[in-house]
């Protein structure tokens, strides 16, 4: 047992220029949820404490359960241990490896690795996953991922995610596409980067489960003419849980 036998919490942009505050925020409100599927509890689980063990994250890392490891991948990277840090390192290059890890959690996992110092190993991991054309292959996630490391080449699959046949790969999209937000307008992958234009089209996704996390994307994004953008939507949009949410935003605009 190290001598701190906590990983504290540690997000940090890391002078990465696609580490903007909008992801920090992010992964600051993600990082107790990420701690909850790490310990199995959820809403109305056991109350325990909020600083993270060393112990605990490392048995996450060699979890069976693919989503009590894939939080500890997300967690690894957010979190130092000193003592234990090189080991946990070494964990998370194992699973980067190893061809049999789960994809969503092998990106997690090579992010991490980059946040803790690894950046070119990780970032071969995460070129790799962009450039896989299997659906499953969490391309989107690894475009978000590389955006924040400064390159773009990954807006393709983002893009290809956003105009998927399946509603959940277009709301994953939509919900990462704010990755790209420092580079709009710019060229990526040989496509133009259009961040707020996809955003917008969102508003007239066939799919209401999509459709009502669209204005929560916008506000985050600060898009231009947001208002004008969601007053129709709030006034019309034929699904009422849709109507909702841009109400919900219109009401926070100033």
């Known amino acids: 047992m190290t001598a701190n036998p906590f990983c504290d919490r540690r997000i940090e942009r890391l002078e990465l220029p696609g580490r903007t505050e909008l992801i920090l925020a992010r992964e600051r409100k993600g990082f107790n949820s990420m701690l909850e599927v790490l310990r199995e509890t959820g809403k109305g689980g056991r109350q325990t404490t909020p600083r993270l063990a060393v112990a605990e994250l490392e048995a996450g890392l060699r979890s069976s359960e693919q989503s009590v490891q894939y939080a500890a991948a997300f967690l690894a990277g957010r979190c130092r241990a000193v003592e234990a840090d090189a080991r946990i390192t070494e964990q998370l290059g194992a699973l980067v490896d190893d061809p049999g890890t789960p994809a969503d959690v092998a990106v997690e996992a090579a992010m991490s690795l980059v946040l803790r110092g690894e950046r070119e190993r990780g970032r071969q991991r995460l070129l790799r996953a962009a450039a896989d054309p299997d659906p499953f292959a969490d391309a989107y996630k690894a475009a978000f991922f590389l955006a924040q490391l400064g390159d773009t080449s990954g807006w393709p699959a983002m893009a290809e995610t956003l105009a998927s046949d399946i509603p959940h790969f277009r709301l994953m999209g939509l919900r990462h596409v704010a990755g790209f937000l420092p580079y709009e307008g710019q060229q990526?992958?040989?496509?133009?980067?259009?961040?707020?234009?996809?955003?917008?089209?969102?508003?007239?996704?066939?799919?209401?489960?999509?459709?009502?996390?669209?204005?929560?994307?916008?506000?985050?994004?600060?898009?231009?003419?947001?208002?004008?953008a969601l007053s129709p939507v709030a006034a019309g949009d034929a699904d009422a849980s849709v109507r909702t949410a841009a109400e919900m935003v219109l009401r926070r605009l100033p």
Do not use: M, N, S
């Not at 259009?194 to 007239?204: C, F, N, Y």
């Not at 209401?208 to 929560?216: A, D, G, I, S």
């Open 188 to 228: 990526g992958g040989g496509a133009k980067i259009a961040v707020h234009a996809r955003l917008l089209a969102g508003l007239r996704d066939p799919d209401p489960l999509v459709r009502q996390e669209v204005p929560f994307y916008l506000e985050e994004a600060a898009t231009p003419g947001l208002r004008a």
